[in-house]
């Protein structure tokens, strides 16, 4: 890539810092959800809402509409229905399952966003080589401290265009999610 002389030192100094960082296991007490949801085709985009106290997550995408439970990974409802998908102009979309009466917000590729803060932690996303983004969690700020130490290089998107990443309103579950793919991080338990 041609240096980008328009950049100052800073910024130079920045883009080296998140190139040179490697993606690491997200730190304690963070920790995978159940499993990795792959291969889901379309993604549009995600929402959070909750049910007796556990965070649920609402996957739309050009096939339907996906609801997963935050901590365990498990598909708690399916909607194939392929214009369920698809945010209403308020970037949202109809809750299906156990919260088929609400309206979920909405974060993705029609917009919207999600939470980058949460009792401590933050999320940043960074393209210190566009179109790859990184997605960085930090317990202050990725722009001052060590690697591994107050920030870590947790996502990587080389394969997958990416559609949101944040926290659920809880702070209990960290989600970033791709054209292609969902990847949860909980803090909750079982």
Known sequence: ?????????????LRARFLAAPTVAAPEPWRPSGHHVSAVGGLLGVGFASDSGRDLLLVAST??????????????????EPDSGWPDDD???????????????MAGLMGG??????????VDVVSPDWPHERVLL??????????????????????????AAGFSPSGLT???ATSSDVTL?????C
């Open 63 to 80: 096939r339907g509409l996906g609801l997963l439970d935050t901590v365990t990974g498990e598909r708690l409802a399916r909607d194939r």
């Open 113 to 122: 966003g999600l939470h980058t803060g949460a009792e401590g932690w933050s």
């Open 91 to 105: 970037l949202t979309c109809p809750g299906i399952g156990p919260i088929a009466r609400r309206r979920v917000p």
């Open 174 to 176: 960290l989600v970033v």
């Open 138 to 163: 930090s317990t202050g700020s990725p722009y001052e401290g060590a690697h591994g130490e107050t920030w870590w290089h947790v996502f990587h998107s080389r394969h997958s265009a990416l559609r």
């Open 1 to 13: 890539m041609p240096e980008d002389l328009s950049l100052t030192d800073h910024q130079l100094g």
């Open 185 to 189: 991080w909980t803090r909750a338990h």
